[in-house]
């Protein structure tokens, strides 16, 4: 290691307290990974349990904490889909699945393989070949190409970047990576010769690699630059092993991955005509593993941060310089092969010189989270008064609010557009009990959140064939409902508030209503909505904090789903909202998106349901003033409440109530309002016809 300067020592402690502040310490290192680990439980239970056979898995810096809010680093996704398997012996082969025979030999590059088609009813070769997603090659043999990945994922808005499918970003969310991938029945060869070289260095540990021999192997479509067969070479990924290396860093060299993601970032890149970075994070992922493999373990402490930063650099320059950054685990797959030209490599060289020896003064100019002035702040450089920053517990509150968020999105996709039957939620609900039986804790916490908005749904759907038959709500129906009554603050209370108004039992609504109002704190408690890509303004300081505070318990007592009523539940709500079932025309129906099926549901925020079924309920039960107060709640939240995913539906609600109390001017403002917000796919085109069509009657 270089020798260390004496003010190296200052600046490194100071430097770590501005990562702390910022969000990199170890508690919200693990809030990052638990909040990861428990969203991708989750959505692979909830696939299971919808009969798909596959699994999810969120990498990178996301699931690894190594990420700030500034850096808003990609969120990657791998897909494996367990239809198809990939072998390495005759001895693997499966019935009834897609098998695929690993090929390495002397033409593909390390790292690689190629995938011969084997029959799926006996193990032997195929030899009919699939049109466009399989070849002949010389030897005969049938292969598989990896651009049947194209079509398999290449998703609305999504563009190919190497194996993965790319989703933008865009305001209020991280972009995201998706990559296609087949598992590994065995450990390949490649990892099997990392797991057992022996190593002068302690790190990775015996029990290290153990765990990472325990974790899957994946084969992803993209070939290698450089080859003339890249049409049909599978690149072997060992992400989850190096997911397990990521976990077992310690803070300092967490910190070290972040400072070099964000010099990069603001000194390094150059990218490519497609956009992609010549030096990725990844790279330097790879970077920061040699440069812990090769040095003690002692070294790697926070008032060395700067010395450890620099030598990490001093490595990377080296790798640019060599054209060779070998991967940690398949150390033959030279990471930068082809990577760049020589024109490239000279400017990345020229850059890098400006920062070996590295003295720690480019970190001023870092203006990624203000890291830059924070560290002039906390050197007594600059004066903290001039700036405005963040402070810490600040960023903390943003942060876990977030993480918070991400876990209740997922939870709310638990009810499909297409899962209308009985039977179909029903055997959801078993296959639900069953993980939550026999499941780790990860799956017990992950049933815990998803199994109320499910029994909510099947009540609903028991409730609305009961009203449909005879008017009235059975035993069974309020059994379900009432045992998802906890889901949130709100939805499925509203739920059954909804129910007991059309059955017209005004007097319970009310009851219900009341308590529902009690429970939702405006101060504290978010309205989410997850039917499209809203772009949230901001979180509420209350919700933070107490997400902060309590985790994932905090759901059922600060966030609010927005209520979504599916078609097979239309008896169970008012015919003012039954409108946004019908929102498209057939002209409108062309400007839908893939996403759009939330379309055909009727679905609005939380609080101005509350409020418009207050009005309702009031009129009901002839409670003129307090029916009065509603509609005054009911306009106000939707002129102050920032985070509303159904504006327009509120709207349309308040504009019926208007046209109740004879103000149809202030009712056709409503709906025109409703259509600036959404100018297709909006009942509001309808609800200005009728408004229209009575005033002049």
Not at 630 to 644: D, F, M, Q, S
């Given at each position: 290691?270089?020798?260390?300067?004496?003010?190296?020592?200052?600046?490194?402690?100071?430097?770590?307290?501005?990562?702390?502040?910022?969000?990199?310490?170890?508690?919200?290192?693990?809030?990052?990974?638990?909040?990861?680990?428990?969203?991708?439980?989750?959505?692979?239970?909830?696939?299971?349990?919808?009969?798909?056979?596959?699994?999810?898995?969120?990498?990178?810096?996301?699931?690894?904490?190594?990420?700030?809010?500034?850096?808003?680093?990609?969120?990657?996704?791998?897909?494996?889909?367990?239809?198809?398997?990939?072998?390495?012996?005759?001895?693997?082969?499966?019935?009834?699945?897609?098998?695929?025979?690993?090929?390495?030999?002397?033409?593909?590059?390390?790292?690689?393989?190629?995938?011969?088609?084997?029959?799926?009813?006996?193990?032997?070769?195929?030899?009919?070949?699939?049109?466009?997603?399989?070849?002949?090659?010389?030897?005969?043999?049938?292969?598989?190409?990896?651009?049947?990945?194209?079509?398999?994922?290449?998703?609305?808005?999504?563009?190919?970047?190497?194996?993965?499918?790319?989703l933008a970003a865009e305001p209020g969310f991280?972009?995201?990576?998706?990559?296609?991938?087949?598992?590994?029945?065995?450990?390949?060869?490649?990892?099997?010769?990392?797991?057992?070289?022996?190593?002068?260095?302690?790190?990775?540990?015996?029990?290290?690699?153990?765990?990472?021999?325990?974790?899957?192997?994946?084969?992803?479509?993209?070939?290698?630059?450089?080859?003339?067969?890249?049409?049909?070479?599978?690149?072997?990924?060992?992400?989850?092993?190096?997911?397990?290396?990521?976990?077992?860093?310690?803070?300092?060299?967490?910190?070290?991955?972040?400072?070099?993601?964000?010099?990069?970032?603001?000194?390094?890149?150059?990218?490519?005509?497609?956009?992609?970075?010549?030096?990725?994070?990844?790279?330097?992922?790879?970077?920061?593993?040699?440069?812990?493999?090769?040095?003690?373990?002692?070294?790697?402490?926070?008032?060395?941060?700067?010395?450890?930063?620099n030598y990490c650099l001093f490595t990377l320059?080296?790798?640019?310089?060599?054209?060779?950054?070998?991967?940690?685990?398949?150390?033959?797959?030279?990471?930068?092969?082809?990577?760049?030209?020589?024109?490239?490599?000279?400017?990345?060289?020229?850059?890098?010189?400006?920062?070996?020896?590295?003295?720690?003064?480019?970190?001023?100019?870092?203006?990624?989270?203000?890291?830059?002035?924070?560290?002039?702040?906390?050197?007594?450089?600059?004066?903290?008064?001039?700036?405005?920053?963040p402070q810490p517990d600040e960023q903390t509150?943003?942060?876990?609010?977030?993480?918070?968020?991400?876990?209740?999105?997922?939870?709310?996709?638990?009810?499909?557009?297409?899962?209308?039957?009985?039977?179909?939620?029903?055997?959801?609900?078993?296959?639900?009990?069953?993980?939550?039986?026999?499941?780790?804790?990860?799956?017990?916490?992950?049933?815990?959140?998803?199994?109320?908005?499910?029994?909510?749904?099947?009540?609903?759907?028991?409730?609305?064939?009961?009203?449909?038959?005879?008017?009235?709500?059975?035993?069974?129906?309020?059994?379900?409902?009432?045992?998802?009554?906890?889901?949130?603050?709100?939805?499925?209370?509203?739920?059954?508030?909804?129910?007991?108004?059309?059955?017209?039992?005004?007097?319970?609504?009310?009851?219900?209503?009341?308590?529902?109002?009690?429970?939702?704190?405006?101060?504290?408690?978010?309205?989410?909505?997850?039917?499209?890509?809203?772009?949230?303004?901001?979180?509420?300081?209350?919700?933070?904090?107490?997400?902060?505070?309590?985790?994932?318990?905090?759901?059922?007592?600060?966030?609010?789903?927005?209520?979504?009523?599916?078609?097979?539940?239309?008896?169970?709500?008012?015919?003012?909202?039954?409108?946004?079932?019908?929102?498209?025309?057939?002209?409108?129906?062309?400007?839908?998106?893939?996403?759009?099926?939330?379309?055909?549901?009727?679905?609005?925020?939380?609080?101005?349901?509350?409020?418009?079924?207050?009005?309702?309920?009031?009129?009901?039960?002839?409670?003129?003033?307090?029916?009065?107060?509603?509609?005054?709640?009911?306009?106000?939240?939707?002129?102050?409440?920032?985070?509303?995913?159904?504006?327009?539906?509120?709207?349309?609600?308040?504009?019926?109530?208007?046209?109740?109390?004879?103000?149809?001017?202030?009712?056709?403002?409503?709906?025109?309002?409703?259509?600036?917000?959404?100018?297709?796919?909006?009942?509001?085109?309808?609800?200005?016809?009728?408004?229209?069509?009575?005033?002049?009657?």
């Open positions: 290691m270089f020798h260390m300067p004496d003010y190296y020592h200052n600046i490194s402690m100071r430097l770590s307290e501005v990562l702390d502040d910022i969000g990199v310490n170890e508690n919200i290192v693990i809030k990052r990974r638990r909040t990861t680990l428990l969203t991708e439980t989750m959505v692979t239970i909830n696939f299971r349990a919808n009969g798909k056979q596959c699994n999810l898995y969120y990498l990178g810096s996301q699931s690894e904490g190594t990420t700030t809010l500034g850096l808003q680093s990609d969120s990657d996704i791998l897909y494996c889909i367990d239809g198809g398997i990939v072998i390495q012996d005759w001895s693997e082969w499966t019935p009834g699945k897609l098998n695929l025979l690993m090929i390495q030999n002397e033409i593909t590059p390390p790292g690689y393989c190629l995938l011969q088609v084997l029959r799926p009813d006996t193990p032997l070769p195929a030899t009919v070949e699939l049109a466009n997603i399989a070849v002949n090659d010389t030897h005969g043999r049938i292969l598989f190409k990896n651009t049947i990945t194209d079509a398999a994922y290449i998703l609305q808005g999504r563009q190919r970047q190497g194996p993965s499918t790319t991280v972009a995201q990576d998706l990559v296609l991938a087949l598992p590994c029945i065995s450990c390949p060869q490649s990892l099997r010769a990392w797991l057992h070289q022996q190593e002068t260095n302690t790190w990775p540990t015996a029990e290290m690699k153990r765990f990472a021999k325990s974790t899957r192997c994946f084969v992803v479509g993209v070939g290698s630059r450089a080859s003339e067969n890249a049409a049909f070479e599978w690149r072997l990924s060992t992400s989850l092993a190096e997911r397990c290396l990521m976990f077992n860093l310690n803070i300092t060299q967490i910190k070290c991955y972040i400072l070099m993601k964000m010099i990069l970032k603001t000194y390094i890149k150059v990218e490519n005509l497609d956009n992609e970075s010549y030096i990725s994070s990844f790279m330097c992922k790879t970077v920061l593993f040699l440069c812990i493999a090769s040095k003690p373990s002692s070294v790697w402490k926070e008032c060395n941060i700067l010395n450890c930063l320059n080296s790798c640019i310089l060599n054209e060779h950054c070998p991967h940690f685990i398949v150390h033959e797959n030279n990471l930068m092969a082809g990577k760049f030209s020589a024109e490239v490599k000279q400017k990345l060289l020229e850059r890098m010189s400006t920062l070996i020896p590295y003295d720690g003064i480019s970190l001023f100019g870092i203006q990624i989270d203000n890291l830059g002035k924070r560290l002039q702040i906390k050197l007594n450089m600059i004066n903290e008064l001039h700036y405005v920053l509150i943003s942060i876990t609010g977030v993480l918070l968020v991400i876990i209740a999105q997922e939870v709310s996709e638990v009810v499909e557009i297409g899962a209308g039957s009985l039977e179909i939620l029903l055997q959801k609900m078993i296959q639900l009990k069953r993980y939550y039986r026999a499941g780790d804790m990860l799956e017990k916490t992950a049933c815990r959140l998803l199994i109320p908005l499910l029994c909510t749904s099947i009540g609903s759907l028991i409730a609305s064939q009961n009203i449909q038959i005879n008017n009235t709500v059975s035993p069974q129906a309020l059994t379900w409902i009432e045992a998802g009554l906890d889901s949130d603050v709100a939805s499925s209370r509203l739920k059954l508030a909804s129910i007991m108004y059309c059955v017209g039992n005004a007097e319970t609504a009310a009851s219900i209503l009341s308590h529902i109002e009690e429970r939702y704190k405006t101060e504290v408690t978010e309205p989410l909505c997850h039917c499209y890509n809203f772009c949230k303004s901001y979180f509420k300081t209350g919700f933070g904090r107490l997400s902060s505070q309590y985790g994932v318990e905090a759901l059922k007592y600060i966030v609010a789903f927005c209520v979504k009523f599916f078609t097979w539940e239309i008896n169970c709500v008012p015919h003012e909202l039954q409108y946004e079932m019908f929102r498209s025309t057939q002209e409108d129906l062309q400007h839908r998106g893939m996403f759009d099926d939330w379309m055909d549901c009727a679905v609005v925020d939380s609080l101005p349901y509350l409020y418009f079924l207050q009005y309702k309920t009031y009129s009901f039960l002839q409670r003129p003033e307090e029916q009065q107060q509603a509609l005054n709640k009911l306009g106000w939240v939707i002129r102050t409440e920032h985070n509303l995913g159904h504006r327009e539906t509120a709207l349309n609600l308040l504009g019926q109530c208007m046209e109740l109390e004879n103000r149809p001017a202030d009712a056709l403002q409503c709906y025109m309002l409703s259509l600036r917000l959404r100018e297709r796919n909006n009942a509001a085109r309808f609800h200005i016809c009728r408004c229209l069509a009575n005033t002049i009657s």
